[in-house]
């Protein structure tokens, strides 16, 4: 086991929840995860579900995945599971895999401190932030109260070190400790803290609220690759619009998103994106980045412009977003294709080359993309009609002209003659 670590003495005592004062049922557990966690308790140690499982079970929602948090270190973890494997570098966790299931296991940790640095300047790279702790000290260390619960699997009790149970009766998202310092040590927070209280349907308590305002500018010095992924978590758990909405009113989505400052028919668009896909169509990042930027791509349309013009506006209306987030260039061009086909459905059927162009692979998706943009902003509705009329028509006019496979004629070989003998 890792040394007790001195438990700082503003620390207020725990809240502990036993099994007759909580809705969590070990039947709601993953079985695997259940296997770990008992193992981890008979040889010794604490066993602990951690995080947004407890959460979500406490709030009667499925979790996506569960998570463990124990004092055993990630070496003594694999000498329990022949089936473990450790990954990372800057702190290690342990895998435990059971066939295509993997579940991760965590030791508690502590925030560093000064005397956790290294002695040589040089070795400041390749410092480890984190470091062995107390399960109090691993709560204080995460973001969110609501996040920052325990389940015993020693005694099925629930743990609260920081609060989370008094924010999760009264729905209300509050970071631990000071807004303004864990702000600015990870930015990418204030962004999670829209997507969680969208995601649960939770009011921001009034410090985390007024962090962000202050914060907002320090999310554009957030490593692109993560502000990226988390959009696109936005739009996975359907919450898009209602996120990219309150960013905006916060003054946080022109940091966020390259100076895209939003617009009311921007903010309906994405809230009809999720609509579609909590109605179970899956969502790709092309689709979703033509919906982010389509409102300026048409703003920017001059009424005469030529398709030659359109493809210029739409490329550049994409390369900031593109460029600064390392987007791969087919994604891009796929995004591309869906703005210059809205453009050419706004100009109504019977223009020139609109054969071929119903013939692209991406038009039935840019009728998708124009169809929400229709139902958000109420424009467009007499075209779309026209479209869908055209479209279902050249389908039935395919069928009829179309002959039966049994009276389809094989064109057949020409047979050469045979050679003649030579004498």
Request: hydrophobic fraction near 40%.
């Amino acid at each position: 086991m890792t040394p007790e670590h001195a438990i700082t003495p503003s620390y207020p005592p725990a809240v502990i929840l036993p099994r007759a004062e909580h809705p969590i049922s070990r039947q709601s557990i993953d079985p695997e995860t259940l296997k770990v966690l008992y193992r981890l308790h008979r040889s010794g140690f604490k066993a602990y579900l951690v995080g947004g499982s407890v959460r979500d079970l406490l709030l009667g929602r499925t979790p996506k995945d569960f998570d463990v948090g124990t004092d055993a270190t990630p070496e003594q973890v694999k000498k329990l599971f022949r089936n473990c494997f450790l990954i990372g570098r800057r702190f290690r966790l342990a895998h435990v895999r059971f066939g295509k299931e993997v579940v991760e296991v965590a030791t508690f940790r502590r925030m560093a401190t000064a005397d956790d640095l290294p002695e040589s300047p040089e070795d400041h790279g390749h410092f480890v932030e984190n470091v062995f702790g107390t399960p109090q000290e691993d709560a204080f260390r995460r973001d969110f109260t609501i996040n920052a619960l325990f389940y015993d699997i020693g005694d099925f009790s629930v743990i609260d070190y920081v609060g989370g149970l008094e924010d999760l009766a009264a729905r209300r998202l509050r970071i631990i400790g000071d807004p303004l310092v864990r702000f600015t040590e990870d930015p990418v927070r204030m962004l999670r803290a829209l997507e969680f209280a969208a995601r649960l349907g939770f009011s921001l308590d009034e410090q985390t609220r007024e962090g962000i305002y202050a914060r907002a500018p320090l999310i554009a010095e957030a490593a692109p690759a993560r502000i990226r992924e988390e959009i696109m978590e936005l739009f996975r758990h359907k919450v898009a619009g209602e996120v990219l909405r309150s960013a905006a009113s916060m003054g946080l989505l022109p940091h966020l998103l390259a100076g895209h400052e939003g617009d009311e028919a921007t903010f309906a668009l994405l809230e009809k994106l999720d609509e579609r896909t909590a109605g179970g169509t899956p969502i790709e990042e092309p689709f979703a980045l033509a919906a982010l930027y389509l409102s300026r791509f048409l703003r920017a349309c001059p009424p005469q412009a030529t398709v030659t013009d359109v493809v210029r506006i739409a490329g550049l209306v994409l390369s900031p977003h593109c460029r600064y987030f390392h987007v791969a260039a087919g994604i891009r061009h796929q995004a591309r294709e869906f703005l210059i086909g809205i453009f050419r459905l706004r100009r109504g059927p019977g223009q020139r080359g609109e054969r071929r162009f119903l013939q692209h692979p991406q038009t039935p998706n840019a009728l998708q993309l124009l169809t929400l943009w229709s139902e958000a902003t109420g424009e467009d509705g007499k075209l779309l009609a026209a479209w869908h009329q055209k479209l279902k028509g050249r389908a039935s006019s395919a069928e009829e002209t179309e002959p039966p496979a049994a009276q389809k004629r094989r064109r057949r070989r020409r047979r050469r003659p045979p050679r003649k003998a030579e004498d």
